[in-house]
């Protein structure tokens, strides 16, 4: 008698341990599959399309070469999986952006009338942002609470990563699996290939991430985390984004080192990807609206002449040029830095956090909805736990503190490299002599400020004072 066939659905899960679904499946031949379904979730950001090519890829790797990929509508595909394999049961681990809770509950229902079972996990987040709630029945709204919410409750329950599974019976779809190029997934230009050189991705990789950062970066993390320019931060964000690694191992993996302020700070970031994402749950219209509706008349600006100054970095402020020329050539930003340029381009510039969050997620190769969504609304000071509305980042206190040397405009800004650190975070103040002594001719060289910061600061401090 053949045994009966099994699917798992890899979506936001690309990796084999502590993968609660696959594991579960494993016990039955399983069919491995991917789907990449445009027609019912928005398009993927250019920046994550590279990444999630080269994670495929590596996904297909470890599984003997047996990931089925497909395209087109997944009720679609999984129907006509169902009825080639007669498949009865299909498993998957939970995606939490709106559309996809909507897809799941329309493929459980279509499923589930033919008779197939489906069993769905938490494979990607430390909650269930469905099932914690506060006293009164209601969602929190403010991290801290959210945070000690948490921890009360990791401390009844275990968070051993799971095993690894056998690989052994794993079968692929020869008939009508796509191959990995037909997904069409590489950008059509050719900017994020350079990212290469930044990046190794799949599942070995950021295990290898971790371990390096809790060798060489975590007893830093407290201190350090804020300098650009150190490596004391664990560039996870991509790998947790995709799931190539689980935050159960990592935030396993950091609880077996001393539990020092360096730890402790470090589990408290894991946990604000926790919480954006619960944000994102039970505020659905997060990416698009704002959180605090007094913000709903605000008079942002669209000015695009602006906006192209910001994009490219060319704005004249040195370290918001800086990251914005990261972001672009690596396809990442450091976060002190992603504060410092969406305070700038809200904030000083007037134009909308959504421009700014529509950038981030195509040019981004950690673009979470979640993260991205509740962070600009953060900055912005619409969002339910946001900084506050008179708190705008000073570009050029917040270079000298942060990047006293100068390091990280260095790489970034090459045209500033002969201009010493004093004036370095000001070049609009640097005496002519210095100018030219450095080779610098503004607005040839490198541009003037695009926007007077004290000016900017006040005409934004007036509008917002008056919400």
């Not at 033919?114 to 403010?142: C, M």
């Not at 060319?314 to 972001?327: N, V, W």
């Amino acid at each position: 008698m053949t045994e009966q066939v099994v699917i798992h659905w890899f979506r936001r899960d690309l990796r084999l341990e502590d993968n609660p679904a696959l594991l579960s499946a494993s016990h039955h031949t399983v069919l491995p599959i991917y789907i990449l379904d445009e027609t019912e979730t928005p398009a993927i950001g250019s920046a994550s399309r590279w990444w999630l090519h080269h994670s495929l890829k590596s996904l297909n790797d470890s599984l003997g070469h047996r990931l089925s990929l497909y395209k087109g509508n997944s009720k679609e595909i999984l129907l006509d999986l169902v009825e080639r394999y007669s498949v009865k049961e299909i498993y998957w681990n939970q995606s939490y952006e709106p559309w996809w809770i909507k897809n799941d509950q329309e493929i459980t229902d279509l499923l589930e009338g033919r008779g197939v079972e489906v069993h769905s996990f938490n494979g990607s987040f430390l909650i269930d942002p469905a099932t914690l709630l506060k006293d009164n029945g209601t969602p929190y709204q403010v991290f801290t609470p959210f945070y000690e919410k948490c921890l009360k409750s990791f401390r009844s329950r275990s968070i051993t990563p799971l095993e690894r599974p056998s690989t052994t019976k794993i079968m692929k779809d020869q008939e009508k699996s796509l191959s990995l190029d037909q997904l069409a997934l590489k950008p059509p230009h050719s900017w994020a290939e350079k990212f290469k050189k930044y990046w190794d991705i799949g599942e070995e990789a950021a295990q290898k991430r971790l371990s390096d950062f809790l060798e060489n970066g975590l007893n830093h993390y407290h201190k350090e985390r804020d300098f650009p320019h150190k490596e004391s931060t664990s560039r996870l964000s991509p790998y947790l984004h995709f799931g190539e690694i689980s935050p159960q191992r990592v935030l396993w993996d950091v609880q077996q080192k001393e539990m020092d302020d360096n730890a402790q700070k470090f589990i408290t970031e894991l946990f604000w990807r926790e919480f954006s994402t619960y944000l994102l749950h039970h505020f659905p219209t997060l990416p698009h609206h704002n959180l605090q509706v007094k913000f709903n008349g605000f008079p942002w600006e669209e000015n695009h002449t602006l906006l192209e100054g910001w994009q490219k970095g060319q704005t004249g402020y040195p370290i918001i040029d800086a990251g914005m020329r990261e972001l672009w050539q690596t396809g990442f930003m450091h976060n002190r830095v992603r504060m410092l340029v969406a305070s700038f381009l809200t904030k000083n510039l007037l134009i909308p956090w959504q421009t700014g969050a529509a950038w981030f997620s195509d040019c981004l190769v950690d673009a979470d909805l979640a993260s991205n969504s509740a962070s600009w609304q953060w900055v912005a000071g619409c969002g339910m736990d946001a900084a506050p509305y008179f708190r705008i980042f000073n570009p050029v206190l917040q270079s000298s503190k942060f990047d006293p040397k100068g390091d990280y405009i260095y790489q970034y800004v090459p045209e500033l490299k002969n201009l010493p650190a004093p004036y370095l975070f000001s070049p609009w103040d640097a005496p002519q002599h210095v100018l030219e002594k450095a080779g610098i001719v503004l607005g040839a060289t490198y541009p003037y400020p695009i926007v007077d910061f004290k000016l900017s600061r006040e005409r934004a401090l007036e509008i917002f004072s008056g919400l």
